[in-house]
């Protein structure tokens, strides 16, 4: 079954200090995709990254990166010289490839709560 | 603009009140879902469709229904909504074989006393 854990429920940090959210997921697929949405006060769910399961490359975005690696089924996201703003609540998530009776459902961690501090 | 419109966006109801919360996306895709937001558990889906007339239950279905009577609207609706409905809900949609980039809706936050 898939499952995807994010073993942190709370973070506080001080404004401009470097945080890394975890994520560990389960899955007997070859081919899947992770994700990591941000939500938040206002609720909505914002799109961050897609990582594809042939991809390890690691990604950075301004003060956002990832690191992908298959070989601990991890995909942890950085978000250095944190701000005010990235207070929020972060869900990694994953799914499997479309296709073969596969409909590309979504599983969702537990969610991790993240608070700057200025 | 692609996106995913949800209504309404919030909602205070009584237990045993039937509503339903709609779901329309002007993308054309073939999939959709509905998705609850708790505490502690993430998002957890409760119903997807993968076309017209195609639905089936997701992980916690027990308590809602839905329908996909047009490609482009997925409403959920709760017959008799119970206190532990009270929950966030999320409508997404996604293009179905080759691709699983999901878009949501602004969500519902529906509470039942």
């Known amino acids: 079954a898939q499952k995807v854990t994010q073993a942190q429920t709370e973070i506080s940090v001080v404004e401009k200090e470097d945080v890394t959210l975890d994520c560990v997921y389960e899955t007997r697929d070859t081919t899947y995709y992770l994700f990591w949405y941000k939500q938040p006060p206002s609720g909505e769910l914002v799109f961050l990254i897609r990582r594809n399961s042939f991809d390890e490359q690691n990604e950075i975005s301004g003060r956002y990166s990832w690191n992908f690696q298959k070989s601990t089924s991890s995909f942890n996201f950085t978000i250095t010289a944190s701000q005010v703003v990235d207070s929020a609540v972060y869900f990694c998530a994953l799914s499997e490839a479309v296709g073969s009776g596969n409909t590309g459902k979504l599983i969702f961690g537990q969610g991790t709560t993240l608070q700057v501090k200025p | 603009e692609a996106q995913v419109t949800q209504n309404p966006r919030y909602l205070i109801t009584v237990t045993g009140k039937k509503l339903t919360v709609t779901c329309s996306q002007n993308?054309?895709?073939?999939?959709m879902s509905w998705y609850r937001q708790d505490p502690g558990l993430g998002l957890r889906q409760i119903y997807y469709s993968m076309n017209v007339e195609v639905t089936d239950k997701g992980d916690v279905p027990e308590g809602y229904k839905v329908s996909r009577k047009e490609k482009r609207n997925f409403p959920l609706i709760l017959e008799s909504p119970s206190p532990n409905q009270t929950s966030l809900y999320f409508c997404a949609s996604w293009k179905g074989e080759g691709s699983t980039e999901a878009f949501f809706g602004q969500g519902t936050r529906l509470t039942v006393v």
């Open positions: 993308m054309n895709h073939e999939y």
